[in-house]
């Protein structure tokens, strides 16, 4: 979207007024398996969320306005997400560069006290970012798994829950930048001559790990397990199903599994090969 081009011009501005400062010397192996594995939760907290609200079409169909039915090429879900990332923009949110909106603004100045926050990344590599793949993938593939069919009709606060999932899921997915600065500084000769190569393969298998990723996807799905539960002063709240007692969870964990399978993994690598690849610029 021409938004991502608004936002890279404007990250490579800040980048040549940082491009003096030094790394940060708190980025480190364990402070970004910290961020991803404290993002888990967050994560699954936002889909439990959402998974309150049934599907509520309505709220994804294009508007039609007036009495003419004047069509609009935009949906209330992305016009209530647009205006909230634009009041979010002057409070100050993207002063961060861990934070990305989906449509990105020229905001002349901010309400937040001002803050330096720290450039871990490197500043010809720090636009890169997947939020149009994060944006198709939430609406046409994870949101039905998620919601029930239905409409109740509560669309500002159903969209709210949406937004809350999609801000959460680029923070994760593109933290994939810092993931990369750090293996990058761990072994620079190696990643150099690939980089060098445009060697897309070669970066990609070296940045893959199946047996931590299987950690990783097991993990959420066990959080999941628990935090999705109906709590009592009793504990669980379990329901017969079939002759056999069966959590009834407030978002299926092998949902969770799958949004991290297929999607949130993936993305991350992708990420991360791309940040790579300008690593050198």
Known sequence: MAARDIYTAVVCTAALLLAVVPPSAGLSLDTVREFLTREEDTIVFSLIER??????????????????????????????????????????????????????????????????????????????????????????????????????????????????CLQVLSRRINYGRYVAEVKFRGD???????????????LMKLLTSEAQEDVVKRRVEKKATVFGQSITSDGPIETGVNNSSVTNFKVNPSVVYKLYDQWVIPLTKQVEVEYLLHRLD
């Open 188 to 202: 620079q000769q190696t990643y150099t001559s690939l980089i060098q190569a445009k060697d897309r393969d070669a």
């Open 51 to 164: 998974a309150r609200y049934p599907l509520n079409r309505p709220a994804y169909d294009p508007i039609h306005l007036g009495d003419g039915g004047r069509r609009l090429n935009a949906s209330f879900a992305e016009l209530f997400i647009r205006e909230s990332e634009a009041v979010q923009s002057k409070a100050g949110r993207y002063q961060s560069l861990q934070e990305i909106p989906f449509f990105a603004y020229r905001v002349p100045f901010t309400l937040a006290p001002p803050y330096n926050f720290t450039r871990e990344l490197y500043p010809a590599a720090a636009f890169v970012n997947v939020n149009d793949a994060i944006w198709s993938m939430y609406f046409n593939e994870l949101l039905p798994l998620l919601a029930k069919n239905g409409d109740d009709g509560n669309y500002a606060v159903t969209v709210d829950s949406d937004l809350a």
